[in-house]
């Protein structure tokens, strides 16, 4: 089994927030995939950020996370925007926890 940090453009940050939703191999992430992982990740609280998206995607082809140019790129755009619909709780946001505290964001919805 080798470590997430194995794959390109997988540093210990990363590797952490994979960890933390129980992918704990490179392996596993392969298998996995990095629309299904990046899910995991945004629904464990994660903020969203699609150059950590098509970071991931890259990662996973072996290619250097600058490579993504172009109509690939806006593709990603669309799946990443497609994913954060659906995979992101607005509602754990720091900011609007943030705003509710302080009362300028009203928390009954």
């Given at each position: 089994?080798?470590a997430?940090?194995t794959?390109?453009n997988?540093g ?5 927030q ?5 992918i704990?191999?490179?392996?596993e992430l ?27 995607h ?15 790129k806006?593709?990603l ?14 509602q754990r ?8 505290k302080?009362?300028?964001?009203d928390?009954?919805?």
């Open positions: 089994m080798a997430l940090t794959i390109r997988i210990p940050a990363f590797e952490e994979l960890q933390a939703v129980g704990m191999t490179a392996e392969h298998t996995v995939g990095a629309d299904a992982a990046y899910a995991k990740m945004l629904a464990n609280g994660m903020k969203p950020h699609f150059i950590g998206y098509y970071v991931l890259m990662a996973l082809q072996g290619r250097p996370w600058n490579d993504c140019k172009g109509d690939e806006k593709a755009r669309k799946s990443f925007d497609a994913l954060k619909d659906t995979s992101f709780d607005a946001s720091e900011i609007e926890e943030f705003l509710n302080i009362g300028v964001v928390t009954v919805r």
